[in-house]
């Protein structure tokens, strides 16, 4: 059974307003990290589609063979699995910090 963190509810406004910064504090973090993610895989992805642009035009001035390529299907198999890996280290980590760690309890 999985059960959420108890947390205590606000006995004052002024406990209630700074939960509510706190709220928004997390909530930046989520948009901050977000936006590191997607730029750090954007610039991976344009680093790679540069890096095939370049062996394409060696390899039709003959410079590099085929057989010679540095991406192959195995960088990009790499790839996807080190963004899905990636993907779930990020959204357990945003969701830890917006919602509280979550105790694992056998019924």
Known sequence: MV???DKPLPDTVGDALSQAALR?????MVLVACGIFVALNLVVTLL????????NDAILASALT???????????MVLIGAT?????LAIRTITNSLFGAVSHHDA
């Not at 790679?48 to 062996?55: A, G, S, T, V």
């Not at 085929?66 to 990009?76: C, I």
């Open 3 to 5: 059960r959420m963190v």
């Open 24 to 28: 928004r504090q997390r909530w930046v």
């Open 48 to 55: 790679i589609f540069m890096q095939l642009d370049f062996e």
């Open 66 to 76: 085929p057989a010679d390529r540095t991406v192959t299907h195995n960088v990009f």
């Open 84 to 88: 899905v890996v990636q993907t779930g």
